[in-house]
């Protein structure tokens, strides 16, 4: 009944701030003991709503589904040789969520796609038969569907987005600041609280919170964007991404 | 779910602060203890903005009873100026 620690606060605090309300006012005659025992209550029947919002599934578990979902990506992307960085695509170039294309050739530029990409696996993105990649489905293609409208292009409308659901959703982080420069998105997240195993797809898709960020981007300039450079630091980590033309 | 955790301790840090303060200056009116509550419910719930939109409207529920017992009271003082309520 009460595995959510949320329930169980929220029923004490009710119990006692409800009890101790008539006991203040009645036997003792003390107007701000009472008032203490109602701002408990207040913050019982608060914790007691904020205890429904909390996701059925446990954390111990979504690690577990991730790592097993990195760990199939990270054996495909070791069998077929893969060593191109992903580019993550907007929802408007894929037949359906966005998400991110690993060439399969390793060439040194970066291949322009111009048309909605069928939803597959394998796909070819260009006229060139060596134009075909692996589409894959990363944390930041879920992550996107979270969002209330899609972001608008500026800076402040993709930090307000990345807050929204780095901060408020996913509850990852304290803060996001996002830098636009030319063709370089700079975002710089603080205290990230995600802890992962190191995987070799991570090389070149990026670790699950620059997938989310790189996958936000790219909706949000309807652009495709891959993640130039990650950086981890004391308390916070700094993702460049690189929006592709 | 650090944020609703941050959210939690603000709100009881604010009310006892509320609360210590109030009976210091010796006021004894539960009303003013129960408006003032309301109004540093309100800040903290617009200052969270980035809860997610169920806790939100969770929260704006909670939100809702507390101004109606501000309604209330508000009522009930109107009444005691109009002499219908002792």
Redesign the interface.
């Known amino acids: 009944m009460f595995r959510n620690p ?1 329930v169980l606060i929220g029923v004490v605090l009710t119990f006692v701030g409800a009890c101790s309300i008539p006991v203040f ?1 009645l036997l003792l005659g003390c ?2 003991l ?3 025992g ?2 408990v209550a ?2 019982g ?3 007691l ?2 205890s ?3 996701p059925e599934i446990p954390p111990e578990v979504s690690a577990m589904l991730l790592q097993a979902g990195v760990e199939n990506v990270s054996a495909l992307v070791e069998e077929l040789g893969l060593t191109s960085q992903a580019i993550y695509l907007p929802s408007s170039m894929t037949e359906g969520p966005p998400k991110a294309i690993m060439p399969l050739s390793s060439n040194p530029s970066r291949p322009h796609i111009r048309s909605k990409l069928p939803n597959r696996l394998i796909v070819t993105y260009g006229p060139n038969p060596k134009d075909t990649g692996l589409m894959v489905t990363t944390p930041g293609s879920a992550t996107v569907a979270m969002l ?1 409208s899609k972001p608008g292009p500026s800076a402040t409308e993709l930090e307000s987005a990345l ?2 659901v780095l ?3 996913l ?1 990852l982080a304290n803060s996001v600041r996002v830098n636009m420069a030319g063709n370089k998105i700079n975002v710089e997240v603080s205290n990230p ?1 995600m802890e992962y195993p190191k995987a070799l797809v991570y090389q070149y898709l990026g670790t699950p919170l620059a997938s989310i960020i790189a996958s936000i981007a790219a909706e949000a300039l309807d652009k495709p964007v891959s993640v130039g450079s990650e950086q981890q630091q004391k308390s916070k980590t700094l993702v460049e991404l690189e929006v592709l033309p | 779910m650090r944020i609703y955790n941050v959210y939690i301790i603000l709100l009881a840090l604010f009310f006892m602060l509320t609360t210590f303060i109030l009976s210091l200056s010796d006021q004894s009116s539960w009303d003013l203890y129960f408006s003032l509550y309301l109004i540093v419910y309100l800040i903290f719930t617009l200052l969270f903005t980035y809860l997610n939109p169920r806790a939100r409207r969770l929260s704006n529920v909670t939100g809702y009873l507390l101004f109606a017992g501000f309604a209330l009271i508000v009522a009930s003082k109107v009444l005691s100026l109009l002499g219908v309520l002792p």
């Open positions: 949320y006012y107007t701000p009472t008032a203490l109602t701002s207040i913050l029947v608060l914790c709503g904020l429904r919002t909390r209330e807050s929204h901060i408020g959703m509850d609280h």
